[in-house]
């Protein structure tokens, strides 16, 4: 066998919440090699210890906090952690990824993986260090907030050095069983939030409020330093020149493009482009002018991409700027452009631990049903364009209270308990809100959401080289676009590094970069082909994880009502949409470039070829 390379700290560790005792468990050399960590590690602890009848908030559900081999070396930002789990809102594998400086601690334990198993007796917290874990009653801290709670649990486990724990929790919405609550990690300068698929109602199951790191000793070595030093000084140019917008203004700068391209979902996605005067009034631009208190970044990136604003009389202090994703769903899907009450009921989900994608998207879809008289409720706030009413609604959500209870699961268990056609609203797939890039206006949104690993997740199939005109308005080649692109954010996640600064500095396809700086890192010596397999590998690792569940099908790679059968009413995308002979050509062609059987399921010949018949197995 061979061995382990220096850049990992050898080992997973295995968290009993009933007991509190703890395991360690050895990484295989060879896994190591096959998935890398991040994701792919997640995917294989879910695989193993989930059973494909456990629902997501059973205590069989596992939670794994897992890092990849690049984490806390001179790769540019590889602070990215990655919290992998059965979701609540799909029921699948899913793999949400955070940054800050918790990622960074967790590599310093020697511990690639965290691995959270059954039900603490009482609400807990969770302190790992490099010698273990230890579960404790979280006195005081029920109903908390995520920015308090992780400012508690750092002030009880501090020890000599006031830096050297750094802490993720779950919110009051995670505790009531949001579906979408997620978890928020308030760190030394920028907050990382694990922000889509259910992670903080899988743990608010678990009765763990919070998860506390404190830092080790491991140091990662990489195999050739000089090459290594070398490979990543000659990426810092392009990477800054590449994401100079990002710096500027956050992700939130890209409201105005993409308005200017008419791929900006508007009221529930009913069209897709706002007048000026609407755009402007949220934009990154007036965000920074206006309200950006000061820059913020996650540990080891120059970028900065992360801001604080401020905002007195809307009592917000020093708060995370919503990005581009949150603008999307809380205000042009709400039709809301006053943006001090926009940035309040962000402020609100961030502190409530609740996703602001699938809230937001959530709350449109009920506003729309409301409007076509679908459903009935005693809420005076399901109207459009009612920034007061959203605001509140974000505080009856997290608490489950009234009309809150329904938004708390969904839009699709929404619409499945009303009927009545309120399905033709959805603006998802596979049970999970869509993110903001059009799968109406952008081809490979439209099969890359439809078999997306996650469901309506940007974070598979990504949407950058389409802004800039590749695979935007045609099917040609669209199918493997899509499945390379796959490829190549589940290598990112298994690094894990921030899709920012992969796109940005390292390019937006898997080549001969991401091989070099590989090798570099762990002494393997690989081929380009070999680290695209690696991707290929963990993508359809998690496909077999879906396929074993039930829940990833021919029938279930699909998209919504409105995207096939409603094109873009206006604007410079009118007429766009995706119908479902379009759809059912380039599924065709994506089944065909995988190796999957004609209902999606990988063959054996596919799972072979990849090692996955041992590695699943």
């Known amino acids: 066998m061979s061995e382990l390379p220096s850049v990992y700290g050898g080992e997973i560790l295995h968290v009993d919440l009933e007991s509190g005792e703890s ?32 629902g997501p908030f059973d205590p069989e559900n596992v939670v794994v906090f897992a890092v990849g081999p690049m984490n806390a070396t001179p790769f540019q930002s590889t602070s990215r952690g990655v919290v992998g789990f059965v979701s609540p809102m799909t029921n699948g594998f899913f793999d949400s990824t955070f940054g800050g400086t918790f990622p960074r601690a967790q590599k310093t334990t020697g511990f690639e993986a965290i691995v959270l198993h059954g039900e603490a007796p009482e609400l807990s917290t969770v302190v790992v260090d490099e010698h273990g874990a230890t579960v404790a009653a979280a006195d005081g801290l029920a109903g908390v907030d995520t920015y308090e709670t992780c400012e508690a649990v750092r002030e009880r486990e501090e020890g000599d050095d006031e830096d050297d724990v750094h802490v993720i929790a779950a919110g009051p919405a995670g505790e009531n069983l949001v579906r979408y609550a997620c978890l928020v990690h308030r760190g030394r300068d920028r907050e990382g939030v694990a922000g889509r698929g259910g992670s903080g109602a899988v743990l608010g199951s678990k009765n763990v409020k919070a998860v506390a790191i404190r830092e080790g000793s491991f140091e990662p070595n990489v195999a050739d330093e000089s090459a290594f030093r070398e490979l990543t000084a000659s990426r810092m140019g392009p990477l800054m020149e590449e994401t100079q917008m990002l710096t500027d203004y956050g992700t939130s700068g890209l409201v105005n493009p993409i308005n200017e391209m008419g791929k900006l979902g508007m009221r529930n996605n009913q069209y897709e482009q706002a007048d000026d005067e609407f755009a402007e009034a949220v934009s990154g631009e007036t965000l920074e002018a206006e309200y950006v208190s000061e820059d913020t970044t996650c540990a080891n990136c120059a970028v900065r ?25 809380t205000a042009t899907m709400q039709e809301v452009d006053d943006i001090k009450r926009v940035m309040k009921a962000n402020d609100l989900c961030d502190r409530l631990g609740m996703d602001t994608i699938s809230w937001g998207v959530t709350v449109a879809f009920a506003r729309e049903c409301a409007e076509n008289g679908l459903l009935e409720s005693d809420s005076p706030h399901l109207e459009f364009g009612d920034a007061d009413g959203l605001v509140e609604l974000a ?28 399905e033709r ?46 695979h935007d308005e045609t099917t040609d080649g669209t199918a493997a676009f899509a499945a390379r692109s796959q490829h190549f954010t589940a290598l990112g996640d298994s690094l894990t590094q921030c899709r920012f600064v992969s796109e940005g500095g390292w390019g937006k396809r898997i080549d001969e970069r991401y091989r070099d700086a590989l090798e570099a890192a762990t002494g393997w010596e690989l081929t380009t082909e070999d680290v695209e397999e690696i991707g290929e590998r963990i993508y359809t690792l998690e496909r077999t994880i879906n396929v074993e569940r039930g829940i990833a099908s021919r029938e279930t790679d699909t998209l919504p009502h409105r995207v096939m059968h409603e094109p873009i009413p206006d604007g410079p995308a009118a007429g766009m949409h995706c119908p479902p002979e379009e759809l059912e050509a380039m599924i065709e062609e994506y089944y065909a470039f995988r190796g999957w059987d004609e209902d999606g399921t990988p063959t054996t010949e596919t799972l072979e070829r990849l090692d996955l018949d041992e590695l699943a197995g």
């Open 23 to 54: 395991e360690r468990e050895e990484i295989d050399p060879e896994q190591a090699r096959a998935l890398l960590g991040g994701n792919g590690f997640a995917a294989a602890q879910v695989r193993e210890h989930v059973p494909t009848d456990a």
């Open 395 to 422: 505080r009856r959500t997290a608490a489950r209270e009234g009309v809150g209870d329904q938004l708390a699961e969904g839009s699709f268990r929404i619409a499945e308990a009303l009927e009545d056609g309120s």
């Open 305 to 329: 991409c992360g801001k604080h604003v401020t905002v007195q009389s809307e009592g917000i202090t020093e708060a995370k700027i919503p990005e581009f994703e949150s603008l999307f769903a």
């Open 425 to 470: 609203y959805l603006h998802g797939a596979k049970g999970l809100e869509f993110a903001a890039h059009s799968p109406r206006g952008l081809k490979g949104m439209s099969i890359g959401y439809a078999t997306s690993t996650r469901g309506g997740s940007h974070h598979d199939t990504r949407p950058t080289l389409q802004y800039s005109g590749e």
